[in-house]
């Protein structure tokens, strides 16, 4: 009896595993977890550069980015194709126009320091993730 209930336990956890890294995305271009969180550092640093009473929060900033790490590893992403995806020029592209999509629906102008931070401070205000990577001075 004993041999039955364990065959049935082993098949249970591996019918599990394959269903988890099937669920996984194909490449991290994929994830809409990562895509989503590489966007947001990416409006941050635009927003960053383009207003000058906006600064990075680097100890939130670093958080997000080991938090990112830690969820592509345990979606089975080895440091080598992290690092691969965040060294490609065409991904890097990719980012920056969502990016740049997601700032001119919220009303960012590029060269104009008001909507700049005015943007800002509306992502902090609504505490998007981009808003928590910002402190935006009065």
Same mark, same amino acid.
């Given at each position: 009896m004993k041999p039955i209930v364990f065959a049935t336990v082993f098949a249970i956890f591996s019918l599990v595993a394959v269903s988890a890294v099937a669920a996984r995305a194909q490449t991290l271009r @994929?994830? *809409?977890?990562v895509t989503e969180k590489l966007v947001a550092a990416q409006v941050g640093d635009i927003l960053r550069k383009a207003c000058p009473k906006a600064s990075a929060r680097m100890f939130v900033v670093f958080g997000e980015m080991m938090a990112l790490q830690s969820y592509a590893v345990s979606q089975g992403y080895d440091e080598a194709a992290i690092k691969a995806f965040l060294a490609d020029k065409d991904e890097k592209k990719r980012i920056r126009q969502l990016a740049n *999509?997601?700032? *001119? @629906?919220a009303g960012f102008v590029k060269g104009d320091e008001a909507s700049a931070c005015a943007t800002a401070r509306a992502e902090v205000a609504a505490k998007t993730l981009t808003g928590s990577l910002l402190r935006v001075a009065n």
């Open positions: @994929e994830d *809409a977890h *999509a997601y700032l *001119a @629906e």
